[in-house]
């Protein structure tokens, strides 16, 4: 008997996914709970399991949309399960990951190319090792194979005629209503650059964040106000104890967790700050769910530490850091990613000196940490006098709708305070 692979519901309000990578591939035996695919929600990437041992018949293609339910294979488990056969899972069939090629029988089967470009090569007869590719390691992709099939065979140029003024190159007769036949005309400044051009489309994920992102910009009234801190106390703090800190907690002290406590000692003072909005009404929250903003090659996603003002440093330093280990592996789940109440984001390790951090709707307030650099500041032990600190700009993004700018001045200022005499944040001062 066959068992149908389906599509689970990556969450509420989630209907419509697109297929990501095979981790095995049609033919191959799979163990019951294996992972065979992922698949990209406008939220979260998933992976799903195999529902039984047996041959997996892989129905659908990588970047396929479909609704959630809907079938993408099924498992042969009245197949016979070949002698020696490994359950470990071999590498993604992708157009960026390659498999390995099939021994003999081709002139290229050596070849490096993805799985997309082997197969369209062998229905379009076009030798692979004859195809130059683009693809990362000089791989053959799936374009490089359309380019060639479409292309004409070169004709060896003769060796004792000279080479004649370009003239215009006529159409081949294969060559698809619409598209025009590459003219290489030769010129004084011409280089060995290339001037092709790529579309890939869009995942579900960036999709989705670009909606947000717009929808933030067009329904709120945006403000920013900015600050400085003096990180000299914090940074000596953290260079006192990050060692033992380490040794008790099993994890490293960073700036994260000073400034997630310094927003929750802020949200304690001014609590419209962690308000949202709800049609004419103002929905306060007794809780303080913060979003720490995590970059990833998929995108910038928001896993939201929940009751934050439970947590201590170690809690906070050791939830962060499993965030960004599993956000950048595409393990978070949509629930870690939904809510919030207030968020902040730390484009300083990425080098950046000053932003203007965006909403995250229907959160009313962000805070943007950025790069610490040393400069000259007046001295706050000898006024008067200049010394090097090493200071850090604050940016902090609200809705004018609700948080005026008297509230946002005074919570970016609390913040600063917290930060710079770090042991405000133990005393509640």
Same mark, same amino acid.
Request: charged residues 25%; without cysteine.
């Given at each position: 008997?066959?068992? +149908?692979?389906?599509?689970?519901?990556?969450?509420?309000?989630?209907?419509?996914?697109? *297929?990501?990578?095979?981790?095995?591939?049609? !033919?191959?035996?799979?163990?019951?709970?294996?992972?065979?695919?992922?698949?990209?929600?406008?939220?979260?990437?998933?992976e799903i399991t195999s529902p039984a041992a047996g041959v997996l018949n892989a129905g659908r293609?990588? !970047? =396929? =949309?479909?609704?959630?339910?809907? *079938?993408? !294979?099924?498992? $042969?488990t009245e197949a016979a399960k070949p002698a020696g056969e490994a359950a470990a899972p071999a590498a993604p069939a992708t157009e960026e990951s390659p498999v390995p090629a099939p021994a003999g029988g081709s002139e290229s089967s050596d070849v490096k190319a993805t799985p997309v470009a082997k197969k369209l090569a062998a =229905?379009?007869?076009?030798?692979? @090792?004859?195809?130059? !590719?683009?693809?990362? @390691?000089?791989?053959?992709?799936?374009?490089d194979v359309m380019a060639a099939s479409s292309s004409p065979a070169p004709e060896p140029a003769p060796t004792s005629a000279p080479v004649s003024e370009?003239?215009?190159a006529a159409a081949s007769p294969d060559t698809p209503a619409g598209e025009a036949t590459p003219v290489v005309i030769p010129t004084s400044n011409s280089t060995s650059g290339t001037r092709e051009v790529r579309r890939i489309r869009m995942t579900k994920l960036r999709q989705r *964040?670009?909606?947000?992102?717009?929808? @933030?910009?067009?329904?709120?009234?945006?403000?920013?106000? #900015?600050?400085e801190v003096d990180m000299t106390r914090?940074?000596?703090? /953290?260079?006192?104890?990050?060692?033992? #800190?380490?040794e008790k907690y099993g994890v490293g002290l960073g700036f994260m967790s000073f400034f997630v406590k310094a927003a929750i000692h802020a949200l304690r003072s001014q609590p419209i700050v962690n308000a949202s909005i709800h049609g004419d009404e103002i929905e306060y929250h007794d809780y303080m769910d913060v979003g720490v903003a995590v970059g990833t090659d998929k995108g910038l996603v928001v896993p939201v530490l929940r009751n934050a003002e439970a947590m201590s440093f170690a809690e906070i330093e050791a939830r962060i850091k499993d965030f960004a280990i599993r956000a950048r592996a595409g393990k978070l789940s949509v629930e870690e990613m939904t809510g919030g109440t207030f968020t902040v984001s730390n484009g300083g390790v990425y080098g950046s000196m000053m932003s203007t951090p965006i909403l995250n709707p229907p959160q009313t307030g962000i805070l943007g940490m950025h790069a610490i650099k040393k400069r000259a500041v007046e001295n706050?032990? +000898?006024?008067?006098?200049?010394?090097? /600190?090493?200071?850090?700009?604050?940016?902090?993004?609200? $809705?004018? /709708? *609700?948080?005026d700018g008297t509230e946002a001045v005074t919570f970016l200022k609390t913040i600063k305070e917290a930060v710079e005499s770090p042991e405000r944040i133990l005393l509640d001062l």
């Open positions: 008997m066959t068992v +149908d692979i389906t599509i689970p519901s990556p969450g509420e309000s989630i209907s419509e996914v697109t *297929i990501g990578s095979w981790m095995r591939q049609s !033919g191959d035996w799979v163990e019951k709970d294996e992972i065979l695919l992922e698949i990209e929600s406008d939220k979260a990437t998933l293609d990588t !970047g =396929e =949309e479909l609704e959630v339910g809907a *079938i993408v !294979g099924s498992i $042969d =229905e379009n007869g076009v030798d692979l @090792s004859g195809v130059k !590719g683009t693809g990362p @390691s000089g791989r053959v992709t799936k374009a370009p003239a215009a *964040i670009a909606e947000r992102l717009v929808e @933030s910009q067009r329904t709120a009234a945006t403000l920013t106000t #900015f600050n914090s940074m000596a703090l /953290r260079k006192q104890y990050k060692d033992a #800190f380490a706050p032990d +000898d006024p008067g006098s200049i010394v090097l /600190r090493p200071m850090m700009y604050i940016a902090m993004s609200y $809705d004018h /709708r *609700i948080i």
